[in-house]
């Protein structure tokens, strides 16, 4: 079936633009994660949805960044005034249930570049 | 507290072996693999659970050592295929109950014919 998918997957900002980026986890996933991925790191967790309630966001590195998953199937991952530190590449998981134990499959993420 | 992978990079010829791992400073729950191809998303190889568990993916395998709360991943007789950036994700003891996963810097893997 169809993985998670990411659009777009390739956003360029001038700093001060407002920015959105959209995940389409997969279908019936009850879980989707958002994270950050700055060049050469690991992912960086971000925050986490259980269906449409936003469970966690502890990861947001300021009030500039704001996300949605309103119906509980696509999300928005929103940035307001980007700045360039927030270039990076921004990837969205999701995984079926809500365990520990669930695996997480990634879509592609949205490179982002912030000028 | 991110976990740390070492070593930080490894150059192999085809079919040679090679072990990638993964430290973390507080108790573990579980441990997940996942290799990285430029551009490309994460892809998941498996989940080690507390309690030493091995598991086999291919020929790439994986144990989980509780007691030095450290992953390591091997991979034998490697292929060109095996290229790429491998992060370990690690859920804490007694953390969330969702999944959520701390990752660490990467190993990048590069195979050569």
């Known amino acids: 079936g169809a993985g998670v998918s990411q659009s777009p997957r390739y956003k360029v900002a001038k700093r001060g633009q407002d920015v959105a980026l959209r995940c389409d986890p997969i279908s019936g996933h009850v879980s989707l994660f958002w994270y950050q991925q700055a060049l050469g790191q690991g992912p960086e967790f971000l925050t986490y949805f259980q269906n449409e309630a936003q469970l966690d966001k502890s990861g947001l590195p300021s009030d500039r960044f704001f996300a949605e998953r309103p119906e509980g199937s696509v999300s928005t991952l929103k940035i307001q005034r980007t700045q360039q530190e927030d270039s990076a590449v921004y990837l969205c998981?999701?995984?079926?249930?809500?365990?520990?134990?669930?695996?997480?499959?990634f879509g592609p993420g949205t490179r982002l570049t912030v000028l | 507290q991110q976990p740390v992978q070492s070593p930080q990079a490894v150059i192999l010829r085809e079919g040679e072996d090679a072990v990638i791992n993964c430290s973390s400073s507080k108790a573990l729950y579980s441990v997940h693999w996942y290799r990285q191809k430029h551009g490309e998303a994460p892809v998941f190889l498996m989940i080690l659970l507390k309690g030493g568990e091995q598991k086999g993916h291919e020929k790439i395998s994986a144990s989980f050592n509780e007691k030095k709360q450290q992953s390591s991943l091997y991979l034998t007789a490697s292929q060109l295929s095996y290229s790429g950036t491998y992060f370990c994700?690690?859920?804490?003891?007694?953390?969330?109950?969702?999944?959520?996963?701390?990752f660490g810097q990467g190993t990048i893997l590069t195979v050569h014919p």
């Open positions: 998981a999701s995984t079926p249930r809500t365990g520990l134990t669930d695996t997480q499959y």
């Open positions: 994700g690690t859920s804490g003891a007694g953390g969330t109950s969702y999944g959520k996963l701390t």
